[in-house]
Nanobody, 128 residues
C-alpha cells in the first residue's frame, strides 16, 4: 500500500502562484510515475501532468504547459507542482496519484486508469 498526502492548496488571485506537494509513504519502491489530476465542480477529473520516477520524464496537458512545472525529490518520496500565472479556470481539487504499472509509451500515464493510488486532494481556488 502507498499513502499519498497532498498539501499547498489555497486561495490565490489570478496571475498568482501556488506550489503543491505530494508526500508518498509505504511501498513506494514500485512507483513508476507520479501524476497530478484535477477536478472542477461539475466536471470530470482531468489529467494535468506526470513525471516518471526513475528518469524524471514529464508530460503536460496543453492548458498548463509553460505555466506549471512538476518536479520530484526521490529521497523524500515527494512530488511537487509549481503553478504560476494561475487562471480562474485552474480552480479545482487537485489530486496526486502513483502508478505501479509500467508503461513505456510516451504519454501513457496521462490516463487515470494507469494509477493505483490516489491522495485525498487539495483545493485550489483562483479568483478573478
Amino acid at each position: 500500500q502507498v499513502q499519498l498526502v497532498e498539501s499547498g492548496g489555497g486561495l490565490v488571485q489570478a496571475g498568482g502562484s501556488l506550489r503543491l506537494s505530494c508526500a508518498a509513504s509505504g511501498r513506494t519502491f514500485n512507483t513508476y510515475a507520479m501524476g497530478w489530476f484535477r477536478q472542477a465542480p461539475g466536471k470530470d477529473r482531468e489529467f494535468v501532468v506526470y513525471i516518471t520516477w526513475s528518469m524524471g520524464s514529464t508530460y503536460y496537458t496543453d492548458s498548463v504547459r509553460g505555466r506549471f512545472t512538476i518536479s520530484r525529490d526521490n529521497a523524500k518520496n515527494t512530488v511537487y507542482l509549481q503553478m504560476n500565472s494561475l487562471k480562474p479556470e485552474d480552480t479545482a481539487v487537485y489530486y496526486c496519484a502513483a502508478a505501479h504499472q509500467y508503461c513505456s509509451t510516451y504519454g501513457c500515464y496521462s490516463s487515470a486508469r494507469r494509477y493505483d493510488y490516489w491522495g485525498q486532494g487539495t483545493q485550489v481556488t483562483v479568483s478573478s
